[in-house]
């Protein structure tokens, strides 16, 4: 026999899974503790950031939906004459309106996407591990052409 599920069952597990609260995501492409290689203007990470989308509460989307916040990345552009590494931060920050209403809705999505690009002179002499406080960037050979180098958390 084929019990149903009561009505008050199911408005209650919706108002329960409206109630969850938004939660903040990355994802890396690039494995960490694997020894990985750049080439010059190569990528030496790149982190995407999201986060959940919001309901009509303000809370998680009960379908799992997700909307992009911003995005870092680190680039091998070289070495100068005096044998210092010069890499590139970049570090976009997506603010969107994006929501069940824009995503599964009619309503527009507006979005503004301001990026900071900050230039970096590493003395791989000196130090061979670059703390950036998110990540660590352990360069085990530095050439003209690459850099190979460890990602730790």
């Known amino acids: 026999m084929k019990k149903k599920l009561s009505?008050?069952?199911?408005?209650?597990?919706?108002?329960?899974s409206s109630?969850?609260?938004i939660e903040t995501y990355?994802?890396?492409p690039q494995q960490e503790n694997l020894l990985l290689t750049a080439?010059?203007?190569g990528k030496i990470f790149e982190i995407f950031k999201y986060e959940d989308l919001p309901n009509v509460f303000g809370k998680k989307d009960i379908y799992g939906g997700k909307k992009d916040t911003g995005l870092t990345s680190?680039?091998?552009l070289?070495?100068?004459?005096?044998?210092?590494?010069?890499?590139?931060?970049?570090?976009?920050?997506i603010y969107s309106n994006a929501s069940v209403f824009t995503r599964y809705g009619d309503a527009p999505e507006n979005t503004l996407t301001p990026q900071s690009t900050t230039d970096l002179e590493f003395d791989f002499s000196v130090n061979k591990i670059l703390d950036l406080g998110y990540i660590k960037v352990e360069f085990v050979e530095v050439t003209s052409t690459k850099v190979?180098?460890?990602l730790r958390k």
């Open 7 to 16: 009505p008050l069952f199911l408005v209650g597990l919706i108002f329960l």
């Open 19 to 21: 109630c969850a609260t």
């Open 26 to 28: 990355e994802s890396m």
């Open 39 to 41: 080439p010059i203007n």
């Open 74 to 76: 680190l680039r091998f």
């Open 78 to 93: 070289g070495i100068n004459s005096k044998g210092n590494i010069l890499l590139r931060l970049n570090d976009i920050e």
């Open 148 to 150: 190979s180098y460890y």
